[in-house]
Every structure is written in structure tokens, then in C-alpha cells.
Nanobody
Framework: QVQLVESGGGLVQPGGSLRLSCAASGIIFRIYVMGWYRQAPGKQRELVAN???????NYADSEKGRFTISRDNAKNTVYLQMNSLKPEDTAVYYC?????????WGQGTQVTVSS
């Protein structure tokens, strides 16, 4: 089994920054992709950004230039640096890992952007 533990969410004012972290543990044979999704109230879960192993990151159009995803492969950890946050970024952010067979998900961390 694979466990994903997220941290770093919270309340921030518009224009502020947050850094999310997600550490994977357990029986991890291979990581194909690690990434971040988010789900706002009443909306479907959507991709924020991901990093396929050995490839460049992918970003949703609305996050390009504001968010940066990175991985520490030695620690099986993925990060999401979020800058210039907007109220519409408010959502529960979920970490995702795909091992070539299935997806694993974290429990989610709340990000609220409000003045």
C-alpha cells in the first residue's frame, strides 16, 4: 500500500503564497507521475500540475506562471509552490501518485484565499 500525506494548506490573503508538500510512503515500486489536483465546492476535481518521472512538468493553463511543481525523488515527495494566489484558487488540494497500475490519493489539504 501507498500512503500520501499532504501538508502546507491554510488561509492566505489574495496575492499571497503557500507551499504544499506531499510525502509518499509504503510499498512504492515505481512512480510514473506525481501531481496535484484540486476540487472547489460544487465543482469537479481538476488537474493543477504534475511531473511525470523523467519528463517536464505539466500545468493547467490558469496556473502557468503562478504555480511551480517540483519533486524530490530521493524523498518521494512532491511540492507545489503557489504564488499570486487568487480567491478562485480556494479549494481542497489533493496529492496524486500513479505507479503504472493505479492512482493513489492523499486526504486533501484546504487552501482558502480570502481577505
Amino acid at each position: 500500500q501507498v500512503q500520501l500525506v499532504e501538508s502546507g494548506g491554510g488561509l492566505v490573503q489574495p496575492g499571497g503564497s503557500l507551499r504544499l508538500s506531499c510525502a509518499a510512503s509504503g510499498i512504492i515500486f515505481r512512480i510514473y507521475v506525481m501531481g496535484w489536483y484540486r476540487q472547489a465546492p460544487g465543482k469537479q476535481r481538476e488537474l493543477v500540475a504534475n511531473i511525470p518521472t523523467g519528463f517536464s512538468p505539466n500545468y493547467a493553463d490558469s496556473e502557468k506562471g503562478r504555480f511551480t511543481i517540483s519533486r524530490d525523488n530521493a524523498k518521494n515527495t512532491v511540492y507545489l509552490q503557489m504564488n499570486s494566489l487568487k480567491p478562485e484558487d480556494t479549494a481542497v488540494y489533493y496529492c496524486q501518485l500513479h505507479n503504472g497500475v493505479r492512482d493513489y490519493w492523499g486526504q486533501g489539504t484546504q487552501v482558502t484565499v480570502s481577505s
